[in-house]
């Protein structure tokens, strides 16, 4: 059973706070939806969350079971058991999906050979061509076929939390039910903790969520179950003071 804990978090770029004290919890097996309207701070608190550069904290913690993450650096957050879907992946040119994936895993003592199988295996899963595996990391690749890469990697590396930044937006309907179905059922299998940045409800109706927050200017302002998912898509975020 695993726990990222955030408390009390302010952080920032240059100087200009953007999260103005955030609280969250995401346990293993729990899907935790974040959503807000854009420059509410969400991809901040999810580049903050995982150690991205540029963003300064000014306060607060964030923990995995219990171990402080902010000052240490991203491979070891990744390490640790963290993961980030980005909303914008990183083109990676001269590193292939299948290399990196090999080189993420080889610490743990996993051979070459296993993870090209592993990742094979995924690939089918989430529909991406096998003649992507061998390309540069997201080079040309559609939003789509991006977000489908996201997933495989997620599915490959079998983080105990998950950041997933807006994995739905750009996808069409096929897309976004193959990436929002497998993560849901990493969930139920493996007991992946997911904190799923989100616009959209139609996500939340394959994977579906335990918890559902609202963030406003830097706060979460709201926190209920699936239902406040629903409410947001009739009634928009107009209801919720800063
Ligand atoms: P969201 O993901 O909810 O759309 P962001 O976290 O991307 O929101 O941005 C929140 C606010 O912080 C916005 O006003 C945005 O312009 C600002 N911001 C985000 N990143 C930077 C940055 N690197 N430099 C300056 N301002 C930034
Ligand atoms: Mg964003």
């Known amino acids: 059973m695993s726990e990222l804990r955030v408390a009390g978090l302010r952080a920032g770029v240059d100087g200009k706070e953007i999260l103005r004290g955030v609280d969250l919890v995401v346990t293993s097996g729990q899907v935790h939806a974040v959503m807000g309207p854009n420059g509410s701070g969400k991809s901040t608190l999810a580049n903050v969350i995982m150690g991205g550069p540029g963003y300064e904290v000014y306060e607060g913690s964030v923990t995995l079971d219990g171990v402080e ?82 997933t495989l990697q997620l599915a490959v590396l079998a983080p105990k939390i998950a950041v997933l930044d807006e994995i739905d937006s ?40 335990d918890v559902v927050s609202v963030m406003r200017q830097g706060r979460i302002v709201a926190t209920g179950g699936p239902e406040l998912a629903e409410e947001l898509e009739s009634t928009g975020y107009a209801g919720y003071s800063d």
């Open 170 to 209: 750009g996808l069409d309907v096929d897309a976004l039910k193959a990436v929002s179905q497998r993560v849901e059922l990493i969930t139920n299998e493996v007991g992946l903790g997911v904190l799923v940045i989100t616009h959209y409800s139609r996500l939340l109706r394959e994977l579906r969520p």
């Open 69 to 150: 993450l902010l000052g240490l650096p991203t491979w070891e957050r990744a390490q640790a058991g963290m993961f980030l879907a980005m909303q914008y992946p990183t083109e990676v040119p001269g590193v292939s999906l299948a290399d990196a994936m090999a080189a993420a895993l080889a610490p743990q003592g996993r051979a070459p050979a296993e993870v090209a199988e592993l990742v094979a295996a995924e690939a089918v899963r989430v529909g991406v061509s096998t003649a992507l595996l061998a390309r540069p990391l997201n080079v040309d690749l559609s939003g789509g076929e991006k977000k489908r890469n996201e």
